[in-house]
């Protein structure tokens, strides 16, 4: 068995490549040849928490597995075993895969969802996830800037001038989400927040709205607000299962009467050509990702058909 230790994957496969890797992973679970079950949660006394993801994906099956407090404290294991033996076939610890592969899902939510001519972002939030994301929508849009607000100041200062140099396009830090949302034309919320960190009523026609935030019945997660949900035209989400399962913003909605499940589609079905997306530059669209195991275990192959050839990587 492989084993990679605080190796980030991005340094193995680019970011187009886990975006091709989610996608392909969504699309076989859709086709019936890929499985994967909700996200499962333990929630000790302490606050820490064990999450589980588990999924199965062409030549693998394995899982992802999460340890939390807080977002103090968070370590992540990937393990993947052969489907034919049986035997673990690689070890990834603290790789940042699932941070990656959730950029890489929020950029393909951008890719088949926002406008073609989409080119101007607004970031709400700054932390890791904040960033990936926008990395992945750099990868499938041509992006010309980006606007991030982030309560702190010095946060969005340094994720500012942290992306401006990385990703070669102008990144201003504003003062509020409005401000944040004005003439863009990507949104993307990557926040840890209890309540909706901006008003509905200020999304624009034509806008495209990433959303990733998901809590269950022990850690509730709301970053979006019920007029955002109701004025989608089109709204997507990973897996109808997980967002039941977890009780999450989109299953609240419904059973609340703010939406109905007619409204909700997983964007499994728009891989396909089931339904239909974007018919028009003036839809507003939402996908609210839910990130789910089979996509770290697609992820984790990748990288591994790349690495079990490569004489660097610790054997055990």
């Avoid at 863009?184 to 309540?195: L, Y």
């Avoid at 019920?226 to 009780?247: G, P």
Wanted: proline share 3%; with cysteine.
């Amino acid at each position: 068995m492989l084993f990679l230790r605080k190796t980030s994957i991005d340094t193995i496969l680019s970011m187009e490549e886990i975006i091709e890797a989610v996608e392909d992973s969504l699309t076989e679970m859709a086709l019936g040849r890929g499985f994967d079950l909700p996200r499962r949660r333990i929630h000790h006394p302490n606050r820490m928490i064990f999450g589980l993801l588990p999924g199965s994906f062409k030549e693998a099956m394995g899982a992802y597995l999460q340890t939390d407090l807080d977002r103090r404290i968070h370590h992540e294991t990937v393990i993947l075993y052969s489907i034919e033996t049986g035997e673990p076939l690689i070890l990834f610890q603290d790789c940042s895969i699932n941070q990656l592969r959730t950029g890489a899902a929020g950029g393909l939510g951008a890719k088949y969802l926002a406008r073609k001519d989409a080119s101007r972002v607004a970031v709400l939030g700054s932390a890791a996830h904040a960033e990936t994301q926008l990395r992945a929508v750099c990868a499938v849009r041509a992006i010309t800037s980006a606007k991030v607000f982030s309560p702190t100041p010095e946060h969005r200062l340094s994720f500012a001038d942290k992306m401006s140099r990385e990703l070669k396009i102008k990144v201003h830090p504003v003062k509020g989400p409005e401000e944040a949302l004005e003439e863009s034309d990507i949104v993307i919320v990557a926040t840890n927040s209890q309540r909706p960190v901006f008003n509905g009523s200020t999304l624009q026609e034509g806008m495209h709205v990433t959303s990733m935030a998901n809590g269950d019945k022990a850690r509730t997660r709301q970053e979006i607000d019920d007029t955002t949900i109701q004025r989608c035209d089109l709204l997507f989400i990973t897996s109808k299962e997980t967002v039941c399962v977890n009780e999450s913003d989109i299953f609240r909605a419904v059973r609340n009467d703010v939406i109905s499940w007619d409204r909700v589609r997983e964007i499994s079905d728009l891989l396909l050509g089931k339904v239909l997306g974007r018919t028009n530059e003036k839809q507003i669209t939402l996908y609210k990702l839910q990130g789910i195991g089979i996509m770290d275990v697609a992820v984790g192959l990748r990288a591994y058909e790349r690495l079990k050839g490569c004489s660097s990587v610790q054997c055990l």
